[in-house]
């Protein structure tokens, strides 16, 4: 379905390869692509020729049960979730099938069995590291780096407002994209962009090219 083949695809194990392996791309001026679970149908994990990131090796989940909280890394899929979480009477907004991994779909707003109740899975996200293109690593919360916690949930919450589901959009088009979340909402994503990806390293998403200066 997806006919791409990336020059090099980086099988990590941590943080530190992955930010290796996003310094190598940069410096080469390669196309990069992020794989966690691969159920983008879109296919936009997989770059042609570049560097491919793939994420699913890097499965540990950590499990507060008294704060409720559950920590994975960003390979983790919706089955090895649950399993850690339902260990501790925990459940949160998923995908419906189990290898679906937990960074796209939440990414994408994310619908499961638990919405009508707690909202999209990224109405569910309480915090992320971010790795940026120049290799900082980012706390996003809604304390800390807010603007980028906000463009992570889509410009959501989504279940206090109408939403838009980018995963089903293949076409990359700018107005395409600008159209569906409305002007102002893509304004302030291109600023957001701007902020912590200004030469658009990340760009093989449904991508959002970054504002003026
Ligand atoms: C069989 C099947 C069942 C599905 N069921 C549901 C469902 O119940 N609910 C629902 O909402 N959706 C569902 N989907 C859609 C799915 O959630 C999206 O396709 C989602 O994007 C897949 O995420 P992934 O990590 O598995 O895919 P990937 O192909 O690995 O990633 C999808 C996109 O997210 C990006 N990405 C992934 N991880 C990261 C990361 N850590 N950092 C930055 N970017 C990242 C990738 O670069 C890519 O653009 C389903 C899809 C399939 C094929």
């Keep these: 379905m997806?006919?791409?083949?990336?020059?090099?695809?980086?099988r990590c194990a941590g943080v530190?390869?992955?930010?290796?392996?996003?310094?190598?791309?940069?410096h080469r001026g390669l196309p990069?692509?992020?794989?966690?679970?691969g159920h983008g149908v879109?296919?936009?994990a997989v770059c042609e020729g570049g560097v491919m990131i793939d994420l699913e090796e890097m499965t540990a989940v950590h499990v507060d049960p008294a704060a409720r909280i559950a920590r994975a890394q960003g390979?983790?899929?919706?089955?090895?979730?649950d399993h850690e979480t339902q260990a501790f009477g925990l459940a949160t907004t998923g995908g419906v099938v189990g290898t679906t991994g937990i960074a796209?779909?939440?990414?994408?707003?994310?619908?499961?069995?638990?919405?009508?109740?707690?909202?999209?899975?990224?109405?569910?996200?309480?915090?992320?590291?971010?790795?940026?293109?120049?290799?900082?690593?980012l706390k996003a919360s809604p304390s800390e780096n807010e603007d980028l916690f906000w463009a992570l949930r889509g410009g959501g919450p989504f279940a206090h407002g109408p939403g838009f589901y980018?995963?089903?959009?293949?076409?990359?088009?700018?107005g395409r994209l600008a159209s569906a979340f409305g002007?102002?909402?893509y304004e302030r994503l291109r600023r957001v962009k701007r902020a912590y990806d200004p030469d658009n390293v990340f760009r093989l998403n449904q991508n959002i090219e970054p504002g003026e200066a």
């Design 2 to 10: 997806v006919d791409r083949r990336p020059g090099v695809i980086a």
């Design 16 to 26: 530190a390869d992955v930010r290796r392996t996003l310094d190598f791309g940069v």
């Design 32 to 37: 990069i692509s992020i794989r966690c679970g």
């Design 42 to 44: 879109s296919g936009f």
């Design 75 to 81: 390979g983790v899929n919706w089955g090895q979730f």
């Design 104 to 137: 796209g779909l939440t990414l994408a707003g994310g619908h499961g069995m638990l919405m009508r109740r707690y909202g999209l899975a990224c109405d569910n996200l309480r915090s992320a590291d971010v790795l940026t293109a120049d290799g900082r690593l």
């Design 166 to 174: 980018p995963n089903y959009e293949s076409d990359v088009a700018a």
């Design 183 to 185: 002007a102002a909402k």
